[in-house]
């Protein structure tokens, strides 16, 4: 079922206007102003229309396969004889809070692309907390989830790495270092969990892309891209990789201190992107966050994916009505969808 | 007496050296520095050292840059690894440089004196990075106190609440942080010989729970092994068993700088670790 969604709770505004605005209340987000197209021309086409789907989700045990199937079919993922690489996020291990995409959506993932006629399927990641990856694995219960669909990992921190010059400038960085398996693979798919985060608001598709820098050079945490300036590097580092598809995992999403001291919040939805920057703006929704405030959501509006919601095609469930509030840090109360609070000044984030 | 668990890791790491005489993170990968040093001290094997020395810069680091980053976290391991004025090159290059500078802030409260060392040149310090300077600086230039002072109080002022240290930050947003295994082995390589510290006891406690918690991973259980014996700790046999039952299992995913701590922590390579000052 395809519906328009209830845009009154957006702002109206061009993305360039929204950024003025936004970035004079917030110091955070000065890099969008340093440069008017911090991007090479050629390498962003103009944007398309944008596929989003908000599927209801409560339990990663039932169906599940299934569910995922139905999702990536609605955003029309094209994934035949394609090599895909998943990109869980993986950070570290506490049994406490729910900080990682849940293993069982990731091994309902590999089957569903299989069955979608994906060549390949791997999944990778580098966690950006933990050295010891094998640790991260086994605990976390990823391990024995790719085991029982027989799917191979690869660990980003530790495979070959190619130099990749950037093509968007919102750091000083010029080139990356990115994992060969990454580079090399047709479709990348960006798998965040839906979290709130200290630094940067929100963590979902975007973000979740650190993940594929590797750690052996880039360090744990991974403090090159902090230094470089968080949201710039949340920007040019997506704008290397380029996922094709994004899969947020809102069944238990963290809300509050995320992304890693932050509390279970049960908001049962699964959201399906062919354009993770659609897909984080209506995932944000879904946090009754406003993406209009998330000033580096905004800016990657501007060249890497949809952000205006008049292009995003939405299928499933309307994101505003089926939203859940994921409490924000008193830094971020400005983001609450109809907040009237001012930004706060942030400190500076190590890692 | 050779013995059999040292020996497997050692033949396991001497298979995967590349054409140039270094190791890479993986087996077939291109050689690097962290791997290659730790792989010369595993090995005690000349033709490793031979592809760090010749990797050395004018300054006795060891980098890799790409862009506006830099890498020279490894330069430390290459004191370890290298003999002569080669060593002591690359511990001279660590005394000379620190991390960034970070104000602390009642979000993020630590001694912002004590800068340690980074992954990457200009951020900010890390226990991992500052652990390996320390051991380097206390191994192979004893002499640079008030380097390796700095570097013990930035591991005394990262300490987790309750002991034990995870990658550098204590305290986040009024979060206390969880110490991991990993770094508080790392911390403890660094800070052995002060038996009479509160830091190192809790150190040490953290470590002996920590690696049994997390024994699925083999790194961890390498770096406590090695932790374990140079502080000279009754767990250190337990810990050792775990990991040989570990690579058994799983030959660390394939992960060279596991094995080569593995190699180190059983074999005779752990010697050159070892602080013999006061």
Redesign the interface.
Known sequence: MSHPVDRRTFLRRSAIAVLGVTAAGLGAANYVQRRRVPWDRDAFGPLGEARVAVVRATSYSHGLEETVLDGLRAVGADVGGARVLLKPNLV?Y?PGTTINTDPRLVAATVAAMRRLGAAEVIVAEGPG???????????TGLSSALADVDAAFV?LN???VT?RR?RSHY???????LPRSVVEADVVVSMPKMKTH?WAGVTLSLKNLFGCVPG??????K??L???GLEPAILDVAAAIRPALAIVDGIVGMEG?GP??GTPVASGVLIFGNDPVAADVVAARSMNVDPERVPYLMEAGRFLGQADLEQIRMEGEDPGQEATDFAL?PTFAHLRVGSSAEPAPL??A?? | MSDPVSDSFLDALAATRTSDGGFG??AG??S?P?STALAALALDDQEARAWLAAHQRADGSLA?S????T?E?STALAALALDGDAGRGAANAIAATRA?H??S????PFDDDLRGW???A???G?V??TAWAVLALRVVLPGTTDAIEEGVGMLRDRECVGGGW????RI??D?E??P????TAMAMLALQAFEDDEVWRRGMAALRGLWRQ?A?????LAVATAALRVNHDYDATACAAALADNFDR?R???????LAWAAIATGTGLGRLMINDP
């Open positions: 570290e506490d907390h933990r050295r010891d990856t094998q640790y991260v694995l086994t605990a660990d530790t495979d070959a130099a950037l750091t000083k960085l010029g080139s990356l270092w200290h052996r050079i880039y360090g744990w945490p403090n090159a902090h230094l470089a201190n890693i001291s840090l400190p500076e190590p890692g | 993170p993986r990968l291109p690097e962290e890799r790409l862009g506006s980053v890498n976290a960034g970070l104000e802030s009642s979000a993020l980074p992954w990457t200009g951020a900010f890390w991992e990075p995870n990658y550098g930050n986040v947003l979060e942080l969880p991991f295994g990993q770094p997390e699925a991973g083999g790194l961890t799983t660390f995913l394939g992960d060279i700088v596991a």
